[in-house]
Every structure is written in structure tokens, then in C-alpha cells.
């Protein structure tokens, strides 16, 4: 996923970083440029030393995540409105401009930065995973995986496939009929996975099934 930051202080630096190691290819906008060359030289990423308003046309999702809430609301409503950019997040600094930021169209305002990779990841991954239940206090859930028509893995056995450690596949529903399955079970084209797993490999399973 291709995923402009703007905002290149330590809240950036670390999302970037955070992002790297979820396999997607950040870049980072930011106006300071001794900011700009230590995320370079650091992340090894592209930086572009400019303000919130450069071209995002080609970005999966816009996070801003300086430390101005007018700024952040400026450059998720270019990136929406100018740019078509399908996902807006933005850094909130002050919550009580929270309700606003969603009024004037950005997709998800949120104040804990310390969620906002993750939380972006469940937005994207929404399309193919339904989240059912949160269990042990939100350490864990259960989820349906929805396998795609025309899957690029259809036929693969279980065993073949790069599972994380913390999901557990319990359940495979197939038209009518329930499957228990087992490590030589197949996965089909339009298949329902009824998943357990620890909140933070969700993404990682769904990358490892190839659902992106």
C-alpha cells in the first residue's frame, strides 16, 4: 500500500517505520528539511521536502500527522477532494476537534497515535475481513476471512501456506456445508475463514492468504 505521511517528527518517523516493517511504501512530506534528511537517511524511504499540499494521486491513503490540527484537516481534505486519495487520517492534537475533523470529510480522526498503523490497516482490510468478536479484552478476535473469486491461492492446502503462529484457521464454511479443518484441508475460491488471532497478526494473515 502506498501511503503518504505528512508530518515528518517523531509521531511520522516512528508510523513510517511501523509501516515499513508491515510491508507497505511510505512517504514522508515535510517541511523541515533537517527533518527531512535524518527520515532519509534513517529510513532509507523517499521524503519530499514541501508542505501538506504536494501531489497525492497516486497514494493508497493520506495520514497527516503534524502537530497543527488545521494542518492535518488541510491536507486530508486536498488529498479527498483534489486528489481522490480512498483513505484520510489524521492526527488529532486537541480531541475536542475530533467531531469536526469527520464533519469536514476526513475518513478517521484519531487522537492515540499510537493505533493509527493499525487502525489504518483494519480500514483497508475491511473489505475482505469481518471482524465478529473481540475476545480477552481486545487481545485477540474473531473473524471471517472472505476468499476472493478467482483466487490466486485456490487449492492451496493449509500446511503450504505461510500462517502467523498466533492465528488459528477453526472453521471453513463452503457453500452449504462446515469444514473442521485440518493441515491438508484445501482453501477455495469463495471460501468463509472463521479465524482466531491475536489483533496485531490479523494483517499479517490476510497478507499471508494473499487477500490484498
Known amino acids: 500500500m502506498n501511503v ?3 508530518g515528518g517528527g517523531k509521531v511520522g518517523f516512528y508510523l513510517c517505520k511501523t509501516l515499513l516493517e508491515h510491508g507497505h511504501q511510505p512517504l514522508i512530506i515535510e517541511k523541515n528539511k533537517r527533518t527531512c534528511e535524518y527520515a532519509a537517511n534513517q529510513l ?4 519530499v521536502n514541501a508542505d501538506g499540499s504536494a501531489n497525492a494521486s ?8 503534524t502537530g497543527l490540527d488545521q494542518d492535518n484537516l488541510i491536507s486530508c481534505q486536498l488529498a479527498k477532494r483534489i486528489f481522490k486519495v480512498p483513505k484520510t487520517v489524521a492526527r488529532v492534537n486537541n480531541p475536542k476537534n475530533a467531531v469536526v475533523m469527520k464533519k469536514l470529510g476526513v475518513d478517521i480522526p484519531i487522537s492515540s497515535t ?3 498503523a493499525r487502525l489504518l ?4 482490510d475491511a473489505a475482505r475481513i469481518k471482524s465478529l468478536l473481540s475476545l480477552n479484552r481486545g487481545e485477540a478476535t474473531l473473524s471471517e476471512l472472505l476468499i476472493p ?13 505461510d500462517i502467523p503462529e498466533n492465528a488459528v484457521i477453526a472453521a471453513i464454511f463452503r457453500s452449504d456445508k462446515l469444514i473442521i479443518p485440518r493441515g491438508n484441508t484445501q482453501v477455495l475460491s469463495g471460501d468463509k475463514l472463521l479465524v ?3 489483533d496485531r497478526v490479523i494483517h499479517e494473515l490476510s497478507t499471508a492468504l494473499k487477500l490484498k
Do not use: T
Open 4 to 6: 503518504i505521511v505528512i
Open 44 to 47: 532509507d524511504i523517499a521524503v
Open 58 to 65: 497516486r497514494a493508497d491513503a493520506v495520514i497527516a500527522v
Open 114 to 116: 499510537d493505533n493509527i
Open 121 to 124: 490497516e483494519r480500514e483497508v
Open 149 to 161: 473469486e478467482r483466487y490466486e491461492l485456490d487449492g492451496k492446502r493449509l500446511f503450504e501456506l
Open 196 to 198: 482466531i488471532a491475536k
